[in-house]
């Protein structure tokens, strides 16, 4: 019973928009904050080098974002970027986490939210897919996507 409440997309959309309110809220009031986010959903860009991601927890990676990071966030309804330097050369990189990802949010190591939903990646591009193709299954309307 847990575990299907946990994977229900209602709950799940209900904690993303609870993240991204929090989120929108402590970078409009300056507050330094940490994220914890299973590493699996981390994008870097530049990839980070392997003698650096061989440090890394393999489960979960928390990120303190206070200073430049924090000034250097963007947030998007689907996403939160920012810029990070790791290593001992301080690598700069900009880091990509899916907002559904986030599993924990913390000040002072003091937990503000707790992210219980499961989150998967393809939920909403399936979706938005699954409904494209529901409506192309209506001859009437195969014209308009010619040449997308």
Known sequence: MLE?????????????RNIYDLL????QKDIQFDILVSTKFVNFSPELPQEIKANFNPSVILFSLAGYSLSSVEISK???KFEAGF???NFASV???PIGAIIRISIDENPILINFATYSPSDSKTKQERSKQIFLNNPKNRDIFKGQ
């Open 4 to 16: 299907e409440f946990l994977k229900d997309s209602e709950f799940a959309s209900m904690m993303h």
């Open 24 to 27: 929108n809220l402590l970078i």
């Open 95 to 97: 880091v990509s986490i």
């Open 87 to 89: 290593g001992p050369n």
């Open 78 to 80: 689907d996403e939160i």
